[in-house]
């Protein structure tokens, strides 16, 4: 059987090989595109739609307490 050659681990973003500094990005500069993706909304994780009332629900303060 022949042995298969490891393959370099390739930049995420453009293809180029990975620098170790900024794996797995090839420089700082692809590292920064991807961020700027997952900070502008074109990355998402599946899930549930959240019903965006009971989030804010969530985060409200308990209502005054009215007994006194």
């Known amino acids: 059987m ?4 490891k393959k370099e681990p390739s930049c995420a973003i453009c293809g180029k090989p990975v620098d170790p500094a ?7 500069r692809c590292a920064n ?9 074109a990355y998402v994780i599946a ?6 009332d009971s989030a804010d629900d969530e985060l409200a303060p308990p209502p005054p307490n009215e007994e006194e």
């Open 2 to 5: 022949t042995e298969t050659p």
């Open 33 to 41: 595109v991807d961020l700027h993706r997952w900070l502008n909304g």
């Open 47 to 52: 899930g549930e739609n959240a019903d965006p």
């Open 22 to 28: 900024y794996k797995p990005f090839c420089s700082k």
